[in-house]
């Protein structure tokens, strides 16, 4: 795909293939960095469980560019790269481990609000053009995404209260 945009396809074909990216990075660096650096079990297995549903995102982002007639590519994504960088800087100046994982819980929840916010706006602009099968296909994953938030913010919680 080009970088010039010059109609809504090409709009949509750009999120896709920005959310492509994304889903494919947090699957293959960041979900296994954050998972071995965890200190918590039940940090560990969310992790876990959510990189086997990213796994599927990546899957099912691929489908949604296909049935809007394009080959699935992926575009690197500067806000995620960025987001890794200060959460890898950050988290090093942490040393409490259950602090720590605090902190990793944090980094989920943006990291999940970033991919809502690309989802609803890719998932609106898929609906606008008619593209009912994308649109339903990123809908399952936004929907994964926003209960791994859920998940997070509770973990979070729990964690926050075993802290000294």
Not at 122 to 151: F, M
């Amino acid at each position: 795909m080009s970088d010039q945009v010059v109609n809504p396809r090409d709009l949509l074909l750009k999120q896709l293939s920005e959310l492509l990216w994304v889903e494919r990075t947090l699957f293959s660096e960041i979900i296994p960095a954050v998972h071995d650096a965890a200190y918590d079990a039940r940090l560990q297995e969310a992790l876990t469980h959510h990189r086997t549903q990213t796994r599927n995102h990546c899957v099912r982002l691929e489908e949604a560019i296909r049935s809007v007639g394009a080959e699935p590519a992926a575009a690197r994504s500067a806000t995620l790269e960025a987001m890794k960088k200060e959460h890898e800087e950050n988290a090093q100046a942490i040393t409490h481990p259950v602090l720590r994982d605090v902190f990793h819980c944090g980094g989920v929840a943006r990291t999940e609000h970033f991919e809502l916010a690309a989802y609803d706006a890719a998932i609106a602009l898929a609906k606008e053009l008619g593209h009912g099968e994308c649109a339903n296909l990123l809908s399952r994953n936004r929907d994964e995404d926003a209960q791994a938030l859920k998940d997070a913010e509770k973990l979070a919680g729990k964690l926050r209260r075993d802290l000294p």
